[in-house]
């Protein structure tokens, strides 16, 4: 696996940007939320007027081994017909979403069990067509997993290079819930069973079927037990190409969006190769997935909304970004006390 160099954000600033945020022309804390956002942000970029700039959803797409298993609602030719939808037509939930907040939605095929036709606007970055089945082997062998943490690294580069400074990152993947549920009982030190929820609509018994495929796969784990480990063993190629693409995001010093469960789990599992990704992140939501609550609270991290969204694709992380907007207008925008010459009231 490449190396990465993620500097935590210089805490000098800090106090400067608190006492800009205290002297702006309101209560102390009066904006509750925007305030720490602004703070964030402004950390992540080192300035005292952040500015948010070209932001792009990045969107991951691959096939699981394990949907042989039946662990899912859905069937597994969803994740094609899903991502070749996100190209042909913007009338997808990210697509709507992207188009009304300005975002630029890329569409990555990391292990499609589908040829695309060429030329359809899918980048193709195929490792292959979906990943081995891990109720039986790892998911995925060292090279492809070293592979996918270029790719997300690749994506985030070209992304910054067209001038974006904030990122969200999305997912197609039928069964990548298993994966995500696998990975926050490993790295948040949760009991499977409370990882373990309906996906795309489970009943009791599909969700029961569900968790004994995946008690056995994780009863099974042959493998050393570290993180990069258990993420290659475990994870979907378009997982761990999120992983490494936020893992790119935070060495290059830009906002990471993050969207639901899926994604929660990506940058828990990023966390636990590098823990500064973390110092580069926003939470977009939190979800009714089961588990997406306290996935969160293992992470210290703060959603933005709570809407009930379980879609995924990025559409949480997007649908937060004009709060983030907000936040950082208010940092920009707004007077200071001094400036007006009002007398400061609390």
């Excluded at 996906?199 to 004994?212: E, F, T, V, Y």
Aim: hydrophobic fraction near 45%; include cysteine; charged fraction near 20%.
């Amino acid at each position: 696996m490449r190396n990465f160099r993620i500097v935590r954000p210089d805490g000098a600033l800090r106090p400067l940007l608190q006492q800009k945020i205290d002297n702006l022309t309101k209560p102390k804390g009066s904006l509750g939320m925007l305030e720490r956002i602004a703070l964030r942000v402004g950390m992540i970029q080192q300035s005292l007027t952040p500015a948010l700039h070209g932001p792009q959803n990045l969107l991951f797409a691959a096939d699981h081994g394990v949907v042989e298993e039946g662990i899912s609602l859905s069937p597994k030719e969803i994740t094609w017909q899903q991502t070749l939808h996100f190209v042909r037509n913007a009338g997808t939930g990210i697509g709507f979403l992207c188009r009304q907040h300005g975002f630029e939605l890329k569409v990555i095929d990391g292990g499609v069990d589908f040829d695309f036709p060429a030329g359809c606007g899918i980048i193709d970055r195929k490792i292959r067509k979906g990943t081995s089945n891990y109720l039986y082997g790892a998911a995925m062998t060292p090279d492809e997993f070293d592979r996918c943490i270029d790719v997300g690294a690749e994506m985030v580069d070209l992304a910054i290079d067209e001038g974006c400074n904030i990122v969200s990152f999305g997912e197609m993947g039928i069964t990548n819930t298993s994966s995500s549920s696998i990975w926050m009982h490993f790295f948040a030190d949760v009991p499977l069973d409370e990882c373990i929820g309906a996906g795309s609509g489970l009943d009791s018994a599909g969700i029961r079927h569900k968790s004994d495929v995946l008690r056995r796969a994780v009863a099974d784990y042959a493998g050393d037990g570290s993180a990069a480990d258990l993420i290659r063993w475990f994870g979907g190629f378009e997982m761990v190409m999120a992983v490494g693409g936020m893992l790119r995001a935070a060495e290059r010093r830009i906002t990471i969006l993050v969207d639901g469960f899926i994604m929660s789990a990506c940058i828990l599992a990023a966390s636990k190769l590098y823990p500064e990704v973390l110092d580069y992140a926003l939470f977009g939501h939190v979800g009714d997935e089961q588990g997406h609550r306290r996935l969160l609270e293992a992470m210290d991290a703060e959603p933005i909304l709570h809407l009930g969204l379980r879609l995924g694709e990025g559409s949480g992380a997007v649908c937060a970004y004009p709060i983030v907007e907000s936040a950082v207008r208010m940092l920009n925008e707004m007077d200071s006390f001094q400036a007006m010459q009002i007398t400061k009231y609390f």
